[in-house]
């Protein structure tokens, strides 16, 4: 009796864990599936984005490198946000104290975003709007970075006023 007692138990166990199996296989698939989707819409975006790991670029898409005028990912590869920058930013800081305090603020605040002048390949300035927003991947903090090129300082108040 004690026997088919154990059995059961056993055998229910092993469809539990059967169970738990096929559950972390199909949560397994399906994050591979959202990380080819983000993935693609990463590359093939025409928005600039760019992955900050550590208060460097580690990654980005083909848009961000056509708008830096720069070949490949090789020549942004660990680079801090200020190398591609003007040394001042208009409202007269310094480029890369005033990228550090914003990482800081997208990193306490989850998120942030602000108007900045880079610069691309050629020294030619342009403006957008940076939004920073922290990601975990790998149980690695990065900093997800979306670009809205700005024209003018105009197109940035346009923007601001039709929200």
């Not at 004690?2 to 056993?10: G, P, Q």
């Not at 920073?132 to 991947?137: A, E, F, S, W």
Request: aromatic share 10%; hydrophobic share 40%; charged share 25%.
């Amino acid at each position: 009796m004690e026997k088919n007692s154990n059995e059961n138990v056993l055998s229910y166990q092993l469809l539990a864990l059967q169970k738990e199996i096929d559950d972390l296989t199909t949560q397994n698939q399906q994050l591979r599936e959202n990380e080819k989707k983000f993935r693609f819409f990463f590359e093939k975006s025409t928005d600039p984005f760019l992955i900050i790991k550590n208060f460097r670029f580690i990654d980005c898409n083909q848009s961000a490198l056509k708008l830096l005028n720069v070949k490949n990912l090789e020549d942004l590869f660990s680079t801090h946000p200020s190398s591609i920058s003007p040394e001042f930013q208009p409202d007269g800081r310094t480029s890369i104290l005033k990228a550090n305090e914003m990482m800081d603020i997208a990193l306490k605040n989850g998120q942030h975003s602000f108007l900045w002048r880079h610069i691309d390949a050629n020294k030619s300035e342009f403006d957008v709007i940076v939004s920073l927003t922290p990601i975990l991947v790998n149980n690695e903090v990065l900093i997800f970075t979306h670009w809205t090129v700005l024209n003018t300082i105009q197109e940035f108040i346009r923007l601001q006023f039709s929200k």
